[in-house]
T-cell receptor, first 114, second 113 residues
Framework: DTGVSQNPRHKITKRGQNVTFRCDPI?????LYWYRQTLGQGPEFLTY????????KSRLLSDRFSAERPKGSFSTLEIQRTEQGDSAMYLC????????????FGQGTRLTVV | GEDVEQSLFLSVREGDSSVINCTYT??????LYWYKQEPGAGLQLLTY?????DMKQDQRLTVLLNKKDKHLSLRIADTQTGDSAIYFC?????????????FGSGTRLSIRP
């Protein structure tokens, strides 16, 4: 397993367009997280899945954002009607809910809204 | 609310020790972490310390925790150019529960020759 994989690595979109990002977690990890990181800040939690169930959503996740993990494996994060304020690095992390396993982060998808 | 604060920049000479400091507000924090982020790379967990410990050493890394003052530090001995990165202090109430991890804004470490 090569770790947490995120695609695309970079996305430039025009304001008002919809975008979708994908995250493939480490295969045996049942927990998957989405974070957002803006320039000069640390990552901020967006949402979290345990298997296919979305268990927690941050108040940062407006109704323009939706995340899915339909089969409990990969996850998608969609942003509708993008705004310039959505420009950020979107990070995915995965971990297992048993034992002392650390959370592994992907390299992120950098979104630029122009 | 929960907050983690750290200085934004640190510059050290190659071969010297680097000390990155952090303060946090949540007294119920159970785990405290140091993550490293290099340009174009994801976050890498460097080390963590459990709240009932005062110190943890791992090769060139030493973590000191003053729970009374809610102060955490990371010392990197013999700093090398490869240590140039942003270092994030973070805390959570549960190990490896990324949803509960609160990150600081990061300290950018630069190395002078």
């Amino acid at each position: 397993d090569t770790g947490v994989s995120q695609n695309p690595r970079h996305k430039i979109t025009k304001r008002g367009q919809n975008v979708t990002f994908r995250c493939d977690p480490i295969s045996e990890h049942n927990r998957l997280y989405w974070y957002r990181q803006t320039l000069g800040q640390g990552p901020e939690f967006l949402t979290y899945f345990q298997n296919e169930a979305q268990l927690e959503k941050s108040r940062l996740l407006s109704d323009r954002f939706s995340a899915e993990r339909p089969k409990g494996s990969f996850s998608t994060l969609e942003i509708q009607r993008t705004e310039q304020g959505d420009s950020a690095m979107y990070l995915c992390a995965s971990t297992a809910d048993w034992g002392d396993t650390e959370a592994f982060f992907g390299q992120g998808t950098r979104l630029t809204v122009v | 609310g929960e907050d983690v604060e750290q200085s934004l920049f640190l510059s050290v000479r190659e071969g010297d020790s680097s000390v990155i400091n952090c303060t946090y507000t949540d007294s119920s924090s159970t785990y405290l972490y140091w993550y490293k982020q290099e340009p174009g790379a994801g976050l890498q967990l460097l080390t963590y310390i459990f709240s009932n410990m005062d110190m943890k050493q791992d090769q060139r890394l030493t973590v000191l925790l003053n729970k009374k003052d809610k102060h955490l530090s990371l010392r990197i001995a013999d700093t090398q150019t490869g240590d140039s990165a942003i270092y994030f202090c973070a805390e959570s109430g549960e190990y490896s529960s990324a949803s509960k991890i609160i990150f600081g804004s990061g300290t950018r470490l630069s190395i002078r020759p």
